[in-house]
């Protein structure tokens, strides 16, 4: 495979299930990131990890938790979430976490909590 | 406080006809612009950049402008073709200092539709 894989696609949890998410990168880039996209906002950054170090934390609230075991995979481990957290959680990588390099991103996990 | 703004949620165009998509930004420590597209189920993709000392970024049938003193760009497509019916969203990034830039900060999004 080749690009950024998440998964799973789609997620329907209760606020009290824990679920993860999974992303992977198969580009050889050093730099991963959590984006959440809801309806009619703009992309929202959460996480950035480069070298496996997290280098941001956007204020998200910590049942939102975030593991970067090497630079090519990437998790979102969620626990007791409220109904506003559905979105579209996208992952991305770049070749570094400078800012000035271009984003590629995964087809995003579409998150639903009842 | 949202910096990077699009304020059509969506555009409709027809076949052969030029799409403008306008995009408005605040935070004039901005110093580079980025135009993404994205399908349906999929994730967004990059299309065309500018930085700020350029006015103006051609690339096939997407150009990209830039005015900075009205804190502005667009993206023109032409001739659109319904292929190009996405959600296309602006992003910017702030010079920090030297080689360090800060993070993309994304508009949210116009919806483009083109008929044939």
């Known amino acids: 495979e080749t690009g950024v894989t998440q998964t799973p696609r789609h997620l329907v949890m209760g606020m009290t299930n824990k679920k993860s998410l999974k992303c992977e990168q198969h580009?050889?880039?050093?730099?991963m990131y959590w984006y959440k996209q809801s309806a009619k906002k703009p992309l929202e950054l959460m996480f950035v990890?480069?070298?496996?170090?997290?280098?941001e934390n956007n204020s998200v609230p910590s049942r939102f938790s975030p593991e970067c075991p090497n630079s090519s995979h990437l998790f979102l481990h969620l626990h007791t979430l409220q109904p506003e957290d559905s979105a579209l959680y996208l992952c991305?990588?770049?070749?570094?976490?400078?800012?000035?390099?271009?984003?590629?991103f995964g087809a995003g996990s579409r998150l639903t909590v009842l | 406080d949202q910096q990077v703004k699009q304020n059509s949620p969506s555009l409709s165009v027809q076949e052969g006809r030029i799409s403008i998509l306008n995009c408005d930004y605040t935070?004039?420590?901005?110093?580079?612009f980025l135009w993404y597209k994205k399908y349906p189920a999929e994730g967004p993709t990059f299309l065309i950049s500018?930085?700020?000392?350029?006015d103006k970024n051609e690339d096939g049938r997407f150009t990209v402008f830039l005015n900075k003193s009205a804190k502005h760009l667009s993206l023109h497509i032409v001739p659109s073709q319904p292929g190009d019916s996405a959600v296309y969203f602006c992003?910017?990034?702030?010079?920090?200092?030297?080689?360090?830039?800060?993070?993309?900060?994304f508009g949210q999004g116009t919806i483009l539709t083109v008929h044939p």
């Open positions: 991305a990588s770049s070749r570094g976490d400078s800012g000035a390099n271009v984003l590629t």
């Open positions: 580009l050889g880039h050093n730099a």
């Open positions: 990890y480069n070298f496996k170090e997290q280098t």
């Open positions: 935070n004039s420590m901005f110093d580079y």
């Open positions: 500018i930085s700020s000392i350029k």
């Open positions: 992003a910017a990034r702030a010079n920090a200092g030297g080689t360090s830039y800060g993070k993309l900060t």
